[in-house]
Structures are given as C-alpha cells and as structure tokens.
T-cell receptor, first 110, second 114 residues
Framework: SQQGEEDPQALSIQEGENATMNCSYKTSINNLQWYRQNSGRGLVHLIL?????REKHSGRLRVTLDTSKKSSSLLITASRAADTASYFCATDVDNNDMRFGAGTRLTVKP | NAGVTQTPKFRVLKTGQSMTLLCAQD?????MYWYRQDPGMGLRLIHYSVGEGTTAKGEVPDGYNVSRLKKQNFLLGLESAAPSQTSVYFCASSYSYQLAGEQFFGPGTRLTVL
C-alpha cells in the first residue's frame, strides 16, 4: 500500500511562479525524500529531510516537514519550463523499504 | 561512470513466456532494488537486496524472482508472464549503512505482456 500521497495530482503554472506540492503519510518515519521524474525517465533524487528536521533548502527547492501532521511540502521557487516533471515523495517503512506516493504532475508553461 | 543501467529498454512478451531483466551499477553500492510503476501510481517495491548473495521480498513480490550473484548486478525474472505484469520496471541502488537513503535509478524497462 502507498505510504505517501501527494497533493495536488496535477499542477499547471506559468514560468516564474512558485509551485507547491504536498505529501501526507500514515506512519512514523525516519526520513522523507522527494524525487523528480521527467517523462519516460528514471527518478532523480532531489532532497532528503530527516524526521528531526523541519526545513531544508537546496537551490530553488525548499522542503518542510511536520511530523505532528505527518505531512511535507516541496516548494519550487521561480519555476522554469525545465521543471516540468512528476514529483514524488518517498518515506521509509523500515530500514530497507521505501514507499512512494502517486506523484504530482507539474507543468510549467513558458 | 554509467551509474545504473538496465537491459533491455523495451520488451513485448506473450502470456506464459519468461524473461530476465538485468540491472547493473558501477557505484559499488550494497543495496539494490526492483520497482514497478503503473499509471497513476507511485513506484512499488518488488524485491530488494542488501548485499551480494542476499535478496528479500518487497511490497509486491508475487510472480517475480531475483538473484544477486555479483555485487554489481541484480536480476529480475518473470517465470510465466501475465498481462498484470505489464508495467515499467525500474532498478535502483543505494549506499549501505543508510536508512532508506538516496536511491539512484536506472532509466527503466517498459514491458508489455499480451
């Protein structure tokens, strides 16, 4: 069963705008990760946030984690057409097992 | 470095046929994984390996077998393919001693079972 669920399922914005995607999960976690998948390609790791962290930045990416609400958000600032992709959150079920959500499909219009 | 590679990229099988998907990584990773991705769903873990000679079941292991005879290779086998196994299959690898740390993914294999 899926552990993480992303919201919204699809998001369409103009270039230069910010994009926010949310992830909710069900059980306690050690860490949460965000991945990007371009059409027809494998997943690429974006950022990992541990359960004792509340916010993390990487370039134009900002991830927050609220363990009390079992939720995380991914913010992409000043979006570009090249950011068009599907974004997935993944949470660890146990040491060796990660569960992925169904993803948010982001379209950035030039 | 090539990273994670998968062979083949595409394959069409008839129901009941068998095949093996090959995953290779050149990053000396201990952990390797096989996932399947179906439309509208996230990746689901089929099997994984925490080291050469070891394998374990993931979330959806039925109908698949795996082997890890060499550290750099992880094979996924379908003994008798079924239409329900039509999917895109991804292999991934990661460093050891990290709790579900960053995984590096291959480009995927698109399998169709008729």
């Amino acid at each position: 069963s899926q552990q993480g669920e992303e919201d919204p399922q699809a998001l369409s914005i103009q270039e230069g705008e910010n994009a926010t995607m949310n992830c909710s999960y069900k059980t306690s976690i050690n860490n949460l990760q965000w991945y990007r998948q371009n059409s027809g390609r494998g997943l690429v790791h974006l950022i990992l946030i541990r359960s004792n962290e509340r916010e993390k930045h990487s370039g134009r990416l900002r991830v927050t984690l609220d363990t009390s609400k079992k939720s995380s958000s991914l913010l992409i600032t000043a979006s570009r057409a090249a950011d068009t992709a599907s974004y997935f959150c993944a949470t660890d079920v146990d040491n060796n097992d990660m569960r992925f959500g169904a993803g948010t499909r982001l379209t950035v219009k030039p | 470095n090539a990273g994670v590679t998968q062979t083949p990229k595409f394959r069409v099988l008839k129901t009941g046929q068998s095949m093996t998907l090959l995953c290779a990584q050149d990053m000396n990773h201990e952990y390797m994984y096989w996932y399947r991705q179906d439309p509208g769903m996230g990746l689901r873990l089929i099997h994984y390996s925490v080291g050469e000679g070891t394998t374990a079941k993931g979330e959806v292991p039925d109908g698949y077998n795996v082997s890890r005879l060499k550290k750099q290779n992880f094979l996924l086998g379908l003994e008798s393919a079924a239409p329900s196994q039509t999917s895109v299959y991804f292999c991934a690898s990661s460093y050891s001693y990290q709790l579900a740390g960053e995984q590096f993914f291959g480009p995927g294999t698109r399998l169709t079972v008729l």
